[in-house]
């Protein structure tokens, strides 16, 4: 299976602040490659698809870049909302598999 | 309007098989193109993918888990069911139904249900 490393796993920050997550595979993806957002005790929802594209009412806030192997997930001025966990999921093998989590915080 | 709900036993006992229902509306599953998978998650721990079965009866399964899992469909229902046998406390976790169309990334997803292993 590939596997799907994303750092940090844990992150601290502020409202307004630029916040990065990286999720990097275990062999080249192309550009098949999600992220989602969950908070507590709710279903993951879906906020990047094919690596950059932004679902349909995400905050334009959000965006994904990356190809192959490297991804990452930005979130250019974080608002309340945003503290939560974010997943990356890849979708170019038939077995699909989704990265450790990365819990944002606020500090 | 999509939505999608799982159901299931409220305990399962180590080594019994569980039996889970996701109950959707607003998209058929014999549209070409249209896809529902089972994920789950431990409490406190990352999501892990278990199984898929797509509008033309194509079914995949998670590597680690295949020889346990069995996924179908009832398109006149507008139900998958997902087995998975031999159940032990390491698969106490929320488990999920989610919709993907002509691709594999999950734009709709049940609310979850929780499923504890314990005698």
């Known amino acids: 299976d590939i596997q799907m490393t994303q750092s940090p796993s844990s992150l601290s920050a502020s409202v307004g602040d630029r916040v990065t997550i990286t999720c990097r595979a275990s062999q080249t993806i192309s550009s098949y490659l999600s992220w989602y957002q969950q908070i507590p005790g709710k279903a993951p929802k879906l906020l990047i698809y094919?690596?950059?594209s932004l679902q349909s009412g995400v905050p334009s806030r959000f965006s994904g870049s990356g190809s192959e192997t490297d991804f990452s997930l930005t979130i250019s001025s974080l608002q309340p909302e945003d503290f939560a966990t974010y997943y990356c999921?890849?979708?170019?093998?038939?077995?699909?598999?989704f990265g450790q989590g990365t819990r944002l915080e606020i500090k | 309007q999509v939505t999608l709900k799982e159901s299931g036993p409220a305990l399962v006992k180590p080594t019994q098989t569980l039996t889970l229902t996701c109950t959707f509306s607003g998209f058929s599953l014999s549209t070409n193109g249209m896809r529902v998978s089972w994920i789950r998650q431990p409490p406190g721990k990352a999501l892990e993918w278990l199984a898929r079965?797509?509008?033309?009866?194509?079914?995949f399964y998670s590597t680690s888990l295949k020889t346990r899992l069995t996924i179908s469909k009832d398109t006149s229902k507008n139900q998958v069911v997902l087995t998975m046998t031999n159940m032990d406390p390491v698969d106490t976790a929320t488990y999920y139904c989610a919709r993907s169309h002509h691709s594999t990334y999950f734009d709709y997803w049940g609310q979850g249900t929780l499923v504890p292993v314990s005698s």
């Open positions: 999921q890849q979708s170019y093998s038939n077995s699909i598999t």
């Open positions: 079965i797509d509008w033309d009866d194509d079914k």
């Open positions: 094919a690596a950059s």
